[in-house]
């Protein structure tokens, strides 16, 4: 164990003191607190996150969520090489300009 020095205002060292019998017990519960504390944070970070993606599906996107499913598609897709994508996307409008349309259009 590591041993670290932390300033308690006085009314809470007393409580303490009185609830706890040892240094030892001390530690122990201030070692308890820091752990729940930590564990608060966590399941707060994860609430958040999934508030988030459920947010983003509501909307009707779709979002993978994990890097297994990230690689399963990768996986299944075959590898193209620079002169296949040309030759695909040969008459093909760049994205830019179909943008710059959507915007005239009022999009």
């Given at each position: 164990?590591?041993?670290?020095?932390?300033?308690?205002?006085?009314?809470?060292?007393?409580?303490?003191?009185?609830?706890?019998?040892?240094?030892?017990?001390?530690?122990?519960?201030?070692?308890?607190?820091?752990?729940?504390w930590l564990e608060s944070r966590r399941?707060?970070?994860?609430?958040?996150?999934?508030?988030?993606?459920?947010?983003?599906?509501?909307?009707?996107?779709?979002?993978?969520?994990?890097w297994e499913e990230w690689n399963e598609?990768?996986?299944?897709?075959?590898?193209?090489?620079?002169?296949?994508?040309?030759?695909?996307?040969?008459?093909?409008?760049?994205?830019?300009?179909?943008?710059?349309?959507?915007?005239?259009?009022?999009?």
């Amino acid at each position: 164990m590591n041993t670290i020095a932390v300033k308690l205002p006085e009314r809470l060292t007393k409580q303490l003191q009185q609830e706890l019998v040892s240094d030892e017990a001390v530690s122990e519960a201030i070692a308890e607190a820091i752990e729940e504390w930590l564990e608060s944070r966590r399941q707060k970070a994860r609430s958040e996150r999934e508030r988030a993606i459920e947010a983003i599906e509501r909307a009707g996107l779709h979002l993978k969520t994990s890097w297994e499913e990230w690689n399963e598609l990768f996986a299944s897709t075959p590898a193209l090489t620079a002169e296949e994508v040309r030759r695909m996307m040969t008459g093909v409008s760049p994205l830019s300009e179909d943008i710059i349309a959507e915007r005239d259009e009022g999009r």
